[in-house]
């Protein structure tokens, strides 16, 4: 089954940027949905941003739509750009995939998951 990596984490303090990456491997198909999540936690894993060649990209929080920027690279890569940190944004941030062809953002759709990469902004 695919597998998912994420890379970029760390600590940055406010106001500062991070760039994650996020790389599916063993998987044939051509095109798949990649999102960003994150979790903090005792909250629920909170959708970010998903992207798929069809809709291009989709942001799931008004709090961050003007801060974060989806992209993608090849066919496998997906990047999370983010601007204008705040000690709020810190969190654990996972990338996933699904077998469905369209974006949600719900945790429930996806399939396959990586680890997660941390996040830390500090005041």
């Known amino acids: 089954q695919p597998q998912v990596v994420e890379s970029g984490g760390g600590l940055v303090q406010s106001g500062g940027s991070l760039r994650l990456s996020c790389v599916v491997s063993?998987?044939?198909?051509?095109?798949?949905?990649m999102a960003w999540f994150r979790q903090v936690p005792g909250k629920e894993r909170e959708g970010i941003a998903c992207f798929t060649g069809s809709e291009g990209a989709s942001y799931y929080e008004v709090d961050v739509r003007e801060r974060f920027t989806i992209s993608k690279g090849n066919r496998t890569t997906v990047y999370l750009q983010m601007d204008s940190l705040r000690p709020e944004d810190t969190a654990l941030y996972y990338c996933?995939?699904?077998?469905?062809?369209?974006?949600?953002?719900?945790?429930?759709?996806?399939?396959?998951w990586g680890q997660g990469t941390q996040v830390t902004v500090s005041a």
């Open positions: 063993g998987w044939e198909r051509e095109y798949f949905p």
């Open positions: 996933a995939t699904t077998e469905r062809w369209t974006c949600s953002r719900a945790a429930m759709v996806y399939d396959y």
